[in-house]
């Protein structure tokens, strides 16, 4: 796959370049986005917010309701964004919802990274492959 064909399909996921670099716990870089979108039809972005009680669950529901597709997705690439009071807990009520959209067989990534913007608060990009 050339670099123009992955660059030019990338484009539209500028905002989940905040989710590359340093200081993740859990690092993601562009091999792994471009392993999602190798063999995909399409690809759609989504981003969910969640604060107080449940707030992974409800970062997990508006990252799937925004992704709007009614069928299972191939491959599924997540990232979570807490503050220093994120919980493995909170993760996995997000992962949760994640999982359940996709398929068995899914190919899913996942990242994590503490941000202290998002104390009290849990941030979920979200990349499903079709």
């Keep these: 796959m050339s670099n123009k064909y992955f660059n030019d399909r990338a ?3 500028i905002p989940f370049l905040n989710c590359l670099g340093k200081g993740a716990l859990i690092s993601i870089n562009f091999d792994d986005i ?5 063999d995909s039809n399409s690809i759609t972005y989504a981003i969910g917010l969640g604060d107080g009680e449940a707030k992974g669950s409800r970062a997990g529901e508006m990252a799937v309701r925004l992704l709007g597709s009614g069928e299972k997705y191939k491959g599924m690439l997540f990232y979570v ?4 009071d994120l919980s493995l807990y909170e993760v996995n009520e997000a992962a949760e ?4 959209i996709c ?7 996942f990242g994590a990274k503490i941000d202290n913007n998002y104390r ?4 979920i990009d979200v990349l499903g492959a079709n």
């Design 97 to 100: 919802q994640i999982y359940n």
């Design 81 to 84: 964004t807490g503050g220093d």
């Design 120 to 123: 009290g608060k849990i941030r």
């Design 11 to 13: 484009y539209g996921f």
């Design 103 to 109: 398929e068995n067989d899914a190919d899913i990534i």
């Design 34 to 38: 471009r392993t999602l979108m190798k």
